[in-house]
């Protein structure tokens, strides 16, 4: 009978003892878990904040790298501020209606003008409406040394373009140039 009860009350002592190891075990695991969950929250924290850093920073180097007038129109707020008075009044150029309107037409000629007219509205244009040979000597008159060369190699530049554009065989005479 002594065996007996010696080995019932090992059995049960020995089931204690499993179940008390393995209630402690349990008991590490959840707070095992419970330590990982609180530090992943505060990591998600810390992640987020260099998230939004390392957004912060990519703005900035986009921004440094557009030129200047395509930066965000704060900054050019902060520069006019900056400015002394005298700076910021300045008075109009008389022709500023011309950068206003629109072309008289749809022509070449009426665009380029327009164009030319918004970068420098002091620009004249002689009025030419003779042939062709008259209005180039008409050129040259007024023209300066200068400007007239550069003119000429634009014409030079301008014809090989259009005889490139329309090439023809045997067709094409030279012309000999004018003595004057």
């Known amino acids: 009978g002594l065996s007996s009860l010696t080995v019932s009350c090992r059995s049960v002592l020995g089931r204690k003892a499993a179940l008390s190891t393995l ?12 330590i990982t969950i609180y530090f992943v929250y505060q990591q998600s924290g810390q992640i987020s904040k260099l998230t939004k850093t390392s957004q912060t920073l990519q703005l900035e180097a986009l ?3 557009l030129p200047a007038s395509a930066k965000p129109v704060n900054n050019m707020k902060m520069t006019m501020v900056n400015t002394p008075l005298s ?5 109009l150029a008389p022709s500023v209606d011309i950068l206003d309107m629109s072309p008289p037409s749809n022509k070449t000629e009426d665009q380029v003008k327009h164009l030319l007219l918004q970068t420098d509205p002091k620009k004249m244009f002689p009025e030419l409406k003779d042939n ?49």
């Open 63 to 65: 921004q440094r790298k």
């Open 87 to 91: 700076m910021k009044v300045l008075p």
């Open 23 to 34: 209630s402690i075990l349990v008991a590490l695991l959840i707070a095992g878990q419970a």
């Open 132 to 180: 062709l040979m008259d209005n180039l000597k008409r050129l040259k008159n007024t023209m300066t040394d200068r400007d007239w060369k550069s003119f000429e190699s634009w014409m030079h530049k301008w014809l090989l373009f259009e005889m490139a554009k329309n090439p023809k065989s045997e067709e094409r005479k030279t012309i000999p140039a004018e003595k004057g």
